[in-house]
């Protein structure tokens, strides 16, 4: 019977800990090496290339200098090293050539492997740099205040690249929160949060994204305690087609409990223009920006009201 394996998985957002599989067969590195590749920086797949490409060098190297006289050099391991790096290259300066059968069929088989690492190592730099990817960048904070007589809790998101729409984007918000069950089992469990506006034709530049605490919200008879005791987490995901790629591209993001920003608002990001030829202008760095509301309602006052209707 095969030996299982423990995969530990570091995880890239500190709301989720880092965790182990158990009872997984082989390493990831050889079982889904295209994966591993593809989800590494682009400094570690260089570094990743460069180990590969130095061990078969030290490989063939070695191999050529333990046969005497297969190479036409002065039979140092130096020389049989840098003969290797040379057919592995197919650079083949001329003074240096095989001279046996033994050195013919492992230039053979070298030169083999170099045409293949150097297709797949093409392939690989070209599917990690054409990968579509979504530049939208989320508030710092979720604010809550009043808006139409309901209070509401607000994120906001933005384009950060400079004329691209994305086409038919869809936007959802989700929270973890903790329940118990009529057994008195405590889960963690994902409820999905309906938003004021959840698809839009294309999104170009901003967008306040809103959920209003109504009778549909898991929020809506919950005190500010209950509220701080039993959620975890929020999780956002964007989605729609880029006009530039034509194709998908994803963005999500966690907000904490305790990024949550009470009786205040977003600072507006966009100044209108004074006349017909003025220019509508984005402040991106009011994005997180936030202001005290001028509202005479508290939180608790409007948590009272909407429990006693």
Same mark, same amino acid.
Request: charged residues 20%; without cysteine.
């Given at each position: 019977m095969?030996? %299982?394996?423990t995969?530990?998985? &570091?995880s890239?957002? =500190?709301?989720?800990?880092?965790?182990?599989?158990?009872g997984?067969y082989?390493l990831p590195f050889? !079982?889904d090496?295209?994966? !591993?590749?593809?989800g590494?920086s682009w400094w570690?797949?260089?570094?990743?290339?460069f180990?590969?490409y130095l061990a078969?060098?030290l490989?063939?190297?070695?191999?050529?200098?333990?046969a @005497?006289?297969?190479?036409?050099s002065?039979?140092?391991?130096?020389?049989?090293?840098?003969?290797?790096?040379?057919t592995?290259s197919?650079i083949?300066?001329?003074?240096?050539?095989?001279? $046996? !059968?033994f050195?013919?069929?492992?230039v %053979?088989i070298e030169s083999f492997?170099?045409?293949?690492?150097?297709?797949?190592g093409?392939? /690989?730099?070209f599917?990690?740099f054409?990968r579509p990817?979504?530049?939208?960048?989320?508030s710092t904070?979720?604010v809550?205040?009043?808006?139409?007589g309901?209070?509401t809790?607000?994120f906001?998101?933005a384009?950060?690249?400079?004329?691209?729409?994305?086409?038919?984007?869809?936007?959802?918000l989700?929270?973890?929160?903790?329940?118990?069950?009529?057994?008195?089992?405590?889960?963690?469990r994902?409820?999905?949060?309906k /938003?004021?506006r *959840?698809?839009? @034709?294309?999104?170009?530049l901003?967008?306040i994204?809103?959920?209003?605490?109504?009778? *549909?919200?898991?929020f809506?008879?919950?005190?500010?305690?209950?509220?701080?005791?039993?959620?975890?987490?929020?999780?956002? $995901?964007?989605?729609?087609?880029?006009?530039t790629?034509?194709?998908?591209?994803?963005?999500?993001?966690f907000?904490?409990k =305790?990024?949550?920003?009470?009786?205040? &608002?977003?600072?507006d990001?966009?100044?209108?223009p *004074?006349g @017909?030829?003025g220019?509508?202008v984005?402040?991106h760095?009011n994005l =997180?920006k936030t202001e @005290?509301?001028?509202a005479n309602? %508290?939180? *608790?006052e409007l948590?009272d009201?909407l429990?006693?209707?």
């Amino acid at each position: 019977m095969a030996k %299982t394996k423990t995969r530990r998985v &570091k995880s890239d957002n =500190s709301l989720i800990p880092d965790y182990e599989i158990t009872g997984l067969y082989g390493l990831p590195f050889i !079982t889904d090496a295209y994966y !591993t590749l593809l989800g590494a920086s682009w400094w570690q797949l260089f570094a990743y290339g460069f180990l590969a490409y130095l061990a078969l060098n030290l490989v063939f190297g070695t191999l050529y200098w333990i046969a @005497p006289n297969s190479v036409s050099s002065d039979g140092t391991w130096l020389q049989s090293f840098h003969f290797s790096v040379q057919t592995f290259s197919t650079i083949g300066y001329g003074s240096m050539s095989p001279t $046996s !059968t033994f050195g013919n069929i492992l230039v %053979t088989i070298e030169s083999f492997i170099g045409l293949v690492a150097v297709a797949m190592g093409t392939g /690989l730099v070209f599917s990690k740099f054409s990968r579509p990817s979504a530049r939208i960048d989320y508030s710092t904070n979720m604010v809550v205040h009043p808006r139409n007589g309901k209070m509401t809790l607000h994120f906001r998101i933005a384009n950060e690249r400079a004329d691209n729409r994305i086409i038919n984007a869809k936007l959802k918000l989700s929270v973890l929160m903790r329940v118990v069950s009529e057994e008195g089992h405590e889960l963690s469990r994902f409820f999905p949060l309906k /938003l004021e506006r *959840d698809e839009m @034709p294309f999104f170009a530049l901003s967008l306040i994204v809103m959920h209003t605490v109504d009778e *549909d919200s898991p929020f809506f008879t919950m005190t500010p305690e209950e509220f701080h005791e039993n959620v975890t987490f929020f999780v956002t $995901s964007f989605e729609g087609i880029d006009s530039t790629f034509l194709q998908t591209v994803q963005a999500n993001n966690f907000y904490h409990k =305790s990024d949550i920003i009470f009786n205040e &608002k977003f600072v507006d990001m966009m100044e209108r223009p *004074d006349g @017909p030829e003025g220019i509508l202008v984005m402040r991106h760095e009011n994005l =997180s920006k936030t202001e @005290p509301i001028e509202a005479n309602e %508290t939180f *608790d006052e409007l948590v009272d009201e909407l429990e006693t209707d």
